[in-house]
C-alpha cells in the first residue's frame, strides 16, 4: 500500500549548523508534500510545503526539494537554533486526498 | 476564531468502558479526521469525513466507530477500549478543492488500564 519514509528517526546538530531529514514516497500520483513540526506536548503545525510542480521551496531559514522522478523530498534547516528542536514529520497525499506520514524525525539542537 | 478544538484534554478509561472524542471546527471545512499517534509511528488515520453526513475507514478503523452529524463536528467513539488504544488522539480539517493543509487540533491523551 501507500507508504512514506522518513530518515533519520533522530538527528542531534550544534546550534548553527544544518539539518537534512528525507522521505520518501511510494505513490507516484501524490503531488503535494507538507512538514509538520511538533513541539513536546503541542499539535503538529505545518511549517512548509510543497507541490509536485516545483521542485524547492525555501522560507527564511527552512527550504523543502522534490524529486519527482526519484520520489523522494527534503526538508534542509540552516542556522539551526534551539527552538527548533521538535518532531518533525512529512507526509505525501494519496488519490483519495488523504495524507500519509513518515514516522517522524526527533531533531535536536544543542547550544 | 478557536480553529479546531477537542475535548476532552485526558482521560483514563478500565479496559471495556466506552467513551466519545468531540473534535469541533469553526472554519467550516469540508474534511475531517481522526488520527492516533504512537512513539515511532507518526499520525495513523483511524477514520475520515468529507462531509457531513459521511464518514469513511482509514488505515487503522478497528475498535473506533464515528459520526460527523454536523459539519463542524466529527466524534470519535470507543465501545469497549482496550490497552492497546492508548494513545494520543489528534483531529484535524481542512478545506475542500485544491488545499490540502490540515489543520490539528490540541489532542487528546487516552489511557487504558
Known amino acids: 500500500g501507500e507508504n512514506v519514509e522518513q530518515h533519520p528517526s533522530t538527528l542531534s546538530v550544534q546550534e548553527g549548523d544544518s539539518a537534512v531529514i528525507k522521505c520518501t514516497y511510494s505513490?507516484?500520483?501524490?503531488?503535494?508534500f507538507p512538514w509538520y513540526k511538533q513541539e513536546l506536548g503541542k499539535r503538529p503545525q505545518l511549517i512548509i510545503d510543497?507541490?509536485?510542480?516545483?521542485g524547492e521551496k525555501k522560507d527564511q531559514r527552512i527550504a523543502v526539494t522534490l524529486n519527482k522522478t526519484a520520489k523522494h523530498f527534503s526538508l534542509h534547516i540552516t542556522e539551526t537554533q534551539p527552538e527548533d528542536s521538535a518532531v518533525y514529520f512529512c507526509?505525501?497525499?494519496?488519490?483519495?486526498?488523504?495524507?500519509?506520514f513518515g514516522q517522524g524525525t526527533e531533531l535536536s539542537v544543542k547550544p | 476564531n478557536a480553529g479546531v478544538t477537542q475535548t476532552p484534554k485526558f482521560r483514563v478509561l478500565k479496559t471495556g468502558q466506552s467513551m466519545t472524542l468531540l473534535c469541533a471546527q469553526d472554519?467550516?471545512?469540508?474534511?475531517m479526521y481522526w488520527y492516533r499517534q504512537d512513539p515511532g509511528m507518526g499520525l495513523r488515520l483511524i477514520h475520515y469525513?468529507?462531509?457531513?453526513?459521511?464518514?469513511a475507514k482509514g488505515e487503522v478503523p478497528d475498535g473506533y466507530n464515528v459520526s460527523r452529524l454536523k459539519k463542524q463536528n466529527f466524534l470519535l467513539g470507543l465501545e469497549s477500549a482496550a490497552p492497546s488504544q492508548t494513545s494520543v488522539y489528534f483531529c484535524?480539517?481542512?478545506?475542500?478543492?485544491?488545499?490540502?493543509?490540515?489543520?490539528f487540533g490540541p489532542g487528546t491523551r487516552l489511557t487504558v488500564t
Open positions: 484535524a480539517s481542512r478545506a475542500s478543492g485544491l488545499s490540502y493543509e490540515q489543520y
Open positions: 505513490d507516484s500520483a501524490s503531488n503535494y
Open positions: 510543497i507541490r509536485s510542480n516545483v
Open positions: 507526509a505525501a497525499n494519496n488519490q483519495g486526498g488523504k495524507l500519509i
Open positions: 472554519m467550516n471545512h469540508e474534511y
Open positions: 469525513s468529507v462531509g457531513e453526513g459521511t464518514t
